[in-house]
């Protein structure tokens, strides 16, 4: 069964980092394309950032300079580094690994105080 796992959420003040892990199990992200997304109380979910296979990425504009997406062939992990954390960035992150089916994790909650 394909799992994805979400880690590395927590509280924060405002402009400090956090690295968020997502790790995957039966799937290779190698043949994925992963994306992070958010979803802050009362909002939709939103798009964060994306990286493919080949190591190819894009970013919402809202996190654009402050984010990092990056893959780990070898750890099967994609990671999201925070930095400059704003109050506006709290939400619970998941990650998701789209190839021919579109598998999600289960969160993992960014608390930003300001």
């Known amino acids: 069964q394909v799992q994805l796992v979400e880690s590395g959420g927590g509280l924060v003040q405002a402009g400090w980092s956090l690295r968020l892990s997502c790790a995957a199990s039966?799937?290779?992200?190698?043949?994925?394309?992963v994306q992070w997304h958010r979803q802050a109380p009362g909002n939709q979910r939103e798009w964060v950032a994306t990286?493919?296979?080949?190591?190819?990425?894009n970013y919402a504009e809202s996190v654009k300079g402050r984010f990092t997406i990056s893959l780990d062939n070898t750890a099967n992990t994609v990671y999201l580094q925070m930095n400059s954390l704003k109050p506006e960035d709290t939400a619970v992150y998941y990650c998701?690994?789209?190839?021919?089916?579109?598998?999600w994790g289960q969160g993992t909650q960014v608390t930003v105080s300001s």
């Open positions: 998701s690994a789209q190839h021919f089916d579109t598998y």
């Open positions: 039966v799937i290779s992200f190698s043949l994925y394309t």
């Open positions: 990286v493919t296979g080949s190591s190819t990425t």
